[in-house]
């Protein structure tokens, strides 16, 4: 469920605004939850993510990805192609402003050519025409910002609906959900469609990956926990060659535990 994620950030003043207060309660809860002296230092509120975890499993099996499915289905792919890169167009905004506050001149320049050149020779972003004059996208959000400047990712966290996140990428969601260009549009049936649609396409592009997921996987929480914090780190590192910061040792296994990778690639057939 982590597509919905695009969605709380784009949803009205007045949704956001419950939606991160009911983040503000879970992540208040997940503080005030016991943990165990044998706890993942990773993933603490273990117990609790699996719950909210299967909830959004249901959730996703029941509604979203059958409407997803049949989205894919019906839609002809030139269409969902352009779906993608006018969503993809949007969010360049956003990476944009996240780019110059890391401090990174030439991703900036360059995410700024790509806005510049899908919005107006693309067609307000349907077409990608930036990837073609290989313009490469920088794509950043304000939690890979708050990493850059050394704010440590905190412990695993699983929000209901959003799905799988951090504390220092959840606390980070009002300011994303802020820089969000969808959310800004005054008619609300028109803001409501799009953010439908960016649902629909983004689950849609994903459900090859999810049949992966649900075969490859013996424990699809842990998989994904470790994919995730995994994709994440890497993000981080990208932007910064501190070592021995906090972002680090989140990322690394617990004391007396083995490494484990998302992917074993030595064990696979």
Same mark, same amino acid.
């Given at each position: 469920?982590?597509?919905?994620?695009?969605?709380?950030?784009?949803? =009205?003043?007045?949704?956001?605004?419950?939606?991160?207060?009911?983040?503000?309660?879970?992540?208040?809860?997940?503080?005030?939850?016991?943990?165990?002296?044998?706890?993942?230092?990773? &993933?603490?509120?273990?117990?609790?993510?699996?719950?909210?975890? =299967?909830?959004?499993?249901?959730?996703?099996?029941?509604?979203?990805?059958?409407?997803?499915?049949?989205?894919?289905?019906?839609?002809?792919?030139?269409?969902?192609?352009?779906?993608?890169?006018?969503?993809?167009?949007?969010?360049?905004?956003?990476?944009?402003?996240?780019?110059?506050?890391?401090?990174?001149?030439?991703?900036? !320049?360059?995410?700024?050519?790509?806005?510049?050149?899908?919005?107006?020779?693309?067609?307000?972003?349907?077409? &990608?025409?930036?990837?073609?004059?290989?313009?490469?996208?920088?794509?950043?959000?304000?939690?890979?910002?708050?990493?850059?400047?050394?704010?440590?990712?905190?412990?695993?966290?699983?929000?209901?609906?959003?799905?799988?996140?951090?504390?220092?990428?959840?606390?980070?969601?009002?300011?994303?959900?802020?820089?969000?260009? !969808?959310?800004?549009?005054?008619? !609300?049936?028109?803001?409501?469609?799009?953010?439908?649609?960016?649902?629909?396409?983004?689950?849609?592009?994903?459900?090859?990956?999810?049949?992966?997921?649900?075969?490859?996987?013996?424990?699809?929480? =842990?998989?994904?926990?470790?994919?995730?914090?995994?994709?994440?780190?890497?993000?981080?590192?990208?932007?910064?060659?501190? !070592?021995? =910061?906090?972002?680090?040792?989140?990322?690394?296994?617990?004391?007396?535990?083995?490494?484990?990778?998302?992917?074993?690639?030595?064990?696979?057939?």
């Amino acid at each position: 469920m982590i597509i919905l994620q695009h969605a709380a950030l784009s949803t =009205s003043r007045s949704s956001r605004t419950v939606l991160l207060s009911f983040v503000a309660l879970v992540l208040a809860v997940l503080q005030g939850c016991a943990m165990s002296p044998n706890a993942n230092p990773r &993933d603490p509120w273990e117990p609790f993510n699996r719950n909210i975890a =299967s909830f959004n499993d249901g959730l996703d099996e029941a509604v979203v990805k059958p409407v997803a499915t049949a989205y894919q289905h019906v839609t002809p792919q030139i269409m969902r192609t352009g779906v993608n890169n006018f969503f993809g167009n949007i969010a360049d905004v956003w990476s944009l402003v996240n780019n110059v506050l890391q401090l990174k001149p030439a991703e900036s !320049v360059e995410t700024l050519f790509r806005v510049g050149v899908n919005t107006t020779i693309g067609l307000v972003g349907l077409i &990608d025409v930036a990837s073609e004059l290989r313009l490469e996208r920088h794509t950043e959000d304000f939690g890979q910002t708050l990493g850059y400047w050394g704010m440590p990712a905190g412990p695993y966290v699983v929000l209901p609906l959003l799905g799988p996140s951090t504390l220092r990428d959840s606390l980070s969601l009002p300011v994303d959900a802020k820089g969000n260009l !969808v959310g800004r549009v005054d008619d !609300v049936a028109l803001r409501n469609s799009l953010i439908t649609l960016r649902i629909v396409d983004v689950r849609a592009n994903l459900l090859n990956a999810g049949r992966l997921l649900d075969a490859a996987a013996l424990d699809k929480y =842990s998989f994904t926990r470790d994919a995730y914090l995994q994709r994440r780190r890497g993000l981080i590192k990208e932007q910064t060659t501190d !070592v021995n =910061s906090e972002e680090e040792r989140y990322d690394l296994p617990a004391p007396g535990q083995p490494e484990v990778s998302p992917v074993d690639t030595k064990n696979t057939p």
